[in-house]
């Protein structure tokens, strides 16, 4: 990730929650990769255009991809590097988990 920090407090590294970063597909085709501790309710957003202004704009298609962290840094880590990887990259990896 670069010489970049994520900080967090610790009370929120400390509670027992699970975190998830997503790739969802825009109804336009273009990927959003996004994180959030509940999936429904944030796909609910992206749905009615409230998720992102990303999402707003190119409309909300499906759900492609997601994976699932205890630890807030780890999933904020892992969703920085997902939104650096090339659209092939991406499909590759609901490609080969389906597989």
Same mark, same amino acid.
């Given at each position: 990730?670069?010489?970049?920090?994520?900080?967090?407090?610790?009370?929120?590294?400390? $509670?027992?929650?699970?975190?998830?970063?997503?790739?969802?597909?825009? $109804?336009?085709?273009?990927?959003?990769?996004?994180?959030?501790?509940?999936?429904?309710?944030?796909?609910?957003?992206?749905?009615?255009?409230?998720?992102?202004?990303?999402?707003?704009? /190119?409309?909300?298609?499906?759900?492609?991809?997601?994976?699932?962290?205890?630890?807030?840094?780890?999933?904020?880590?892992?969703? /920085?590097?997902?939104?650096?990887?090339?659209?092939?990259?991406?499909?590759?990896?609901?490609?080969?988990?389906? $597989?």
């Amino acid at each position: 990730m670069g010489n970049s920090k994520i900080y967090c407090s610790n009370e929120v590294r400390t $509670k027992n929650w699970r975190w998830f970063v997503y790739i969802l597909e825009c $109804k336009d085709g273009l990927y959003y990769t996004g994180m959030t501790y509940n999936t429904a309710i944030r796909m609910e957003q992206h749905a009615l255009g409230l998720g992102s202004k990303f999402t707003a704009k /190119h409309g909300f298609g499906e759900l492609k991809y997601v994976e699932e962290f205890t630890d807030i840094l780890e999933a904020r880590e892992r969703e /920085h590097q997902l939104k650096d990887f090339s659209r092939i990259k991406k499909e590759a990896l609901w490609d080969n988990y389906i $597989k």
